[in-house]
């Protein structure tokens, strides 16, 4: 399969995006994730979120359904001859990244307590407090 320099533009114009590579260190560590779980994890917007998704989606990295009113994504499968090895060593970096932990650590935390509860669409998620006891918004 040839592959046109177009495409390979298109690739590395996706990638050239910190919270897009977080959403992907995110998707090589958990087949699935919801939206409210990348707000979560990343600490953003419902908003930012779905605009980030959007270009993973377009760019052929990701894939989504819906369930009801809710969007999962998962990694798309590799196999494109672009795709495979870059993707290879992007999960490689990212692993070695300082936020690699921190952005999994929040989303495990998040998905052992709190995923149960709905978030609103338009309120931006906040993971539990010790301190306060408070917990996040409703969907």
Same mark, same amino acid.
């Given at each position: 399969?040839? $592959?046109?320099?177009?495409? &390979?533009?298109?690739?590395?114009?996706?990638?050239?995006?910190?919270? #897009? !590579?977080?959403?992907?260190?995110?998707?090589?560590?958990?087949?699935?994730?919801? $939206?409210?779980?990348?707000?979560?994890? !990343?600490?953003? @917007?419902?908003?930012?979120?779905?605009?980030?998704?959007?270009?993973?989606? %377009?760019?052929?990295?990701?894939?989504? #359904?819906?369930?009801?009113?809710?969007?999962?994504?998962? !990694?798309?499968?590799?196999?494109?001859?672009? !795709?495979?090895? %870059?993707?290879?060593?992007?999960?490689? @970096?990212?692993?070695?990244?300082?936020?690699?932990?921190?952005?999994?650590?929040?989303? %495990?935390?998040?998905?052992?307590?709190? #995923?149960? &509860?709905?978030?609103?669409?338009?309120?931006?998620?906040?993971?539990?407090?010790?301190? @306060?006891?408070?917990?996040?918004? @409703?969907?």
């Amino acid at each position: 399969m040839e $592959v046109a320099v177009k495409d &390979v533009a298109k690739f590395f114009k996706v990638l050239a995006d910190e919270a #897009r !590579l977080k959403m992907l260190w995110l998707l090589f560590n958990h087949k699935e994730l919801c $939206v409210c779980d990348f707000l979560v994890a !990343l600490d953003i @917007s419902q908003s930012k979120a779905s605009r980030h998704l959007r270009t993973l989606l %377009h760019g052929g990295l990701v894939t989504d #359904r819906k369930a009801g009113l809710w969007s999962y994504y998962s !990694l798309c499968p590799l196999d494109d001859e672009l !795709l495979r090895p %870059h993707m290879k060593a992007l999960r490689t @970096s990212l692993a070695k990244s300082p936020y690699a932990d921190v952005v999994l650590k929040r989303l %495990h935390d998040w998905l052992q307590s709190n #995923r149960t &509860v709905p978030v609103l669409p338009w309120a931006k998620a906040k993971p539990k407090t010790k301190q @306060s006891g408070a917990t996040r918004s @409703s969907r």
